[in-house]
């Protein structure tokens, strides 16, 4: 069964420092998000993108975070200059997109830590 | 704005015993209302979803628009059963942007 993979699995950055986390989603879907939790706390939506543009983002998306799908396969999220709050298991997650497919399958996750 | 509500952050039941997780939600639209689970060492993964109306592995989860809650039942649980819950809300479709609960860890005792 095809599956979103994500790396690096884990990632250490230091404060100030730019991150890539990459994600592979599902080869036919065209929704794509990224998701954060902070350890402790609920899952979180960053940003959905669609037809190479983003169609959503949350507040916690500001201007020092970015997506990109560089090659029609990878897709990317980046932290410009990290922040120690940024610290986080991220989530890619995709979908199909047609009328009735709600689910979203998700990736196993970038745990990112800032220091 | 939207928030999804789970009042219980560690549910303990003995198996074979009912449980039911509890998530209540506001929203000013018609929202899509899920359930995600995540197993130990295992990704988030679907659930089920109140549209589809559907029983899996056992539960169900009915829709209460008046009291805007979707609760998570199973007659009898099972140790298998044991993981991470998560509730959440859409907003409208193509960009089903999903809002989380903060989760119920469920434990099944053997």
């Known amino acids: 069964e095809p599956e979103v993979t994500q790396t690096p699995s884990h990632q250490v950055t230091q404060m100030g420092q730019e991150v890539i986390l990459r994600c592979v989603p599902i080869?036919?879907?065209?929704?794509f998000y990224w998701y954060r939790q902070i350890l402790g706390q609920k899952v979180e939506f960053l940003v959905s993108?669609?037809?190479?543009?983003?169609?959503?983002k949350s507040e916690i998306f500001d201007d020092q975070f970015s997506v990109e799908r560089p090659d029609g396969s990878n897709f990317t999220l980046k932290i410009r200059s990290t922040k120690l709050e940024d610290s986080a298991m991220y989530f890619c997650?995709?979908?199909?997109?047609?009328?009735?497919?709600?689910?979203?399958?998700f990736g196993p996750g970038t745990r990112l830590t800032v220091t | 704005a939207q928030r999804v509500t789970q009042p219980e952050k560690l549910l303990s039941v003995f198996k074979g015993a009912p449980v039911e997780l509890k998530c209540n939600y506001s929203?000013?639209?018609?929202?899509?209302l899920f359930w995600y689970v995540q197993y130990s060492r295992q990704r988030l993964q679907l659930l089920l979803r109140?549209?589809s109306r559907e029983s899996i592995k056992g539960f169900t989860a009915d829709l209460n628009k008046g009291e805007t809650s979707f609760h998570l039942k199973k007659p009898f649980a099972q140790e298998e059963d044991s993981a991470m819950y998560y509730c959440?809300?859409?907003?409208?479709?193509?960009?089903?942007?999903?809002?989380f609960g903060t989760g119920t860890r469920l434990t099944v005792i053997p």
């Open positions: 959440a809300l859409s907003g409208r479709a193509g960009a089903n942007n999903l809002f």
């Open positions: 080869s036919n879907h065209l929704y």
């Open positions: 929203y000013s639209g018609s929202p899509e």
């Open positions: 997650a995709s979908d199909s997109g047609t009328a009735n497919s709600y689910e979203q399958y």
């Open positions: 109140h549209i």
């Open positions: 993108f669609y037809n190479n543009e983003i169609s959503e």
